[in-house]
């Protein structure tokens, strides 16, 4: 899809959600507007005000426009590709959980989000079409399953987007997982601080602690230019509260995909006081592949990250198994055993080296 655009109108004050409103503020061209509409009967659309202020309208490749303005590659699908793709829904016993790790389930509150990220997941469960929110009774089934099982250390809220809760309904949430002594951490992946870091205020920080839970914010975040001062400023609103900030990615062609902006981002995080946690091989979620490297290419990435870049920086890349088989590790191997049983260790440089050393 094209996106040279003509005349740059103004930012919408308010989220971008049709192809019109796209069109309007200079995001997608008339001549395009077809293929978008398209998409949009599919596949829920929203940018906030935040990102589309980054959005460089005269950047065809434009990283931020990439991740949220739809594209007609989208209806695209390959055999490979699926619905589910990393399998929530084999692994959730009652609706709203997601119990695939013996210690730890997710929690899935809600399926709005501030912005839907064209790369996502879950496109088919999110949006005004998805699966929604939960209704009281089942958030009581699902928090029951929580008590149930002992094994269960920490909750994970997730979506859709938990911070699109209200902060009642949110220390709600907090109450009642603090009244369950074998939840011990409580874990919210968001993209909120950067997309709408207006909404990270006092009254919502207040309802994501407890004084007997641990909790952790996973930031999601793609490309360095979204940690604007605004999300920084949220950022450190939460570190400052006493919570915990963590990172994930998602490794994307034409959004993040060369050893700069790469390095760039992680860097970025840590400045923000956010650790560097995981970086994502794109899921096989259907009308995806414009996105996907290929394993290869996205080890050598992470390997050009050695060295360049300190060990505060450095994310774990990971694979979603598909079917539901869990999280892989797929970062490079810096030591490989021959079949002597010698191993040769590789530096930062690609040079190798044996270990233990020869005399």
Do not use: W
């Not at 990439?66 to 793709?85: G, H, N, Y």
């Amino acid at each position: 899809m094209s996106r040279q655009r003509h005349q740059v109108k103004p930012t919408s004050a308010r989220p971008i959600r049709t192809p019109a409103e796209l069109v309007e503020t200079g995001l997608v061209t008339a001549e395009d507007v077809a293929g978008i509409e398209a998409v949009a009967q599919r596949y829920a659309i929203a940018i906030s005000p935040a990102m589309a202020a980054l959005i460089d309208r005269c950047d065809p490749n434009d990283p931020i426009a990439r991740q949220f303005v739809p594209d007609a590659a989208e209806l695209i699908a390959t055999p490979e590709e699926r619905d589910d793709p990393i399998g929530d829904l084999a692994y959730s016993p009652v609706e709203g959980i997601v119990h695939r790790y013996p210690d730890r389930v997710l929690l899935k509150a809600v399926h709005v989000c501030p912005v839907y990220c064209r790369f996502c997941f879950r496109r088919e469960m999110v949006g005004p079409q998805g699966l929604g929110t939960l209704s009281p009774e089942a958030m009581d089934r699902a928090l029951g399953y929580i008590a149930d099982h002992l094994q269960i250390s920490e909750v994970i809220l997730t979506g859709g987007e938990p911070l699109m809760i209200s902060p009642r309904r949110l220390a709600e949430i907090m109450q009642r997982l603090a009244a369950i002594d074998h939840v011990k951490i409580v874990r919210f992946h968001t993209r909120v601080p950067v997309v709408e870091p207006e909404r990270i205020d006092k009254a919502l920080i207040a309802a994501l602690k407890t004084s007997r839970k641990a909790t952790y914010v996973a930031l999601h975040a793609n490309h360095p230019r979204e940690l604007t001062p605004p999300a920084r400023a949220a950022c450190a609103r939460l570190v400052d509260s006493g919570i915990v900030m963590i990172s994930q990615s998602v490794l994307l062609k034409g959004v993040n995909d060369d050893s700069d902006t790469l390095a760039a981002l992680m860097r970025t995080f840590v400045e923000t006081r956010v650790k560097p946690y995981y970086l994502h091989h794109p899921d096989l979620a259907l009308g995806t592949g414009h996105f996907r490297l290929t394993i290869k290419e996205g080890r050598a990435l992470v390997a050009g990250l050695r060295g360049r870049i300190s060990g505060l920086c450095q994310p774990t890349y990971i694979l979603d198994i598909p079917g539901g088989h869990g999280k892989a590790v797929i970062g490079p191997d810096a030591i490989r055993q021959d079949d002597a049983g010698c191993f040769t260790v590789s530096d930062f440089k690609g040079g190798g080296h044996a270990y233990p050393p020869a005399d």
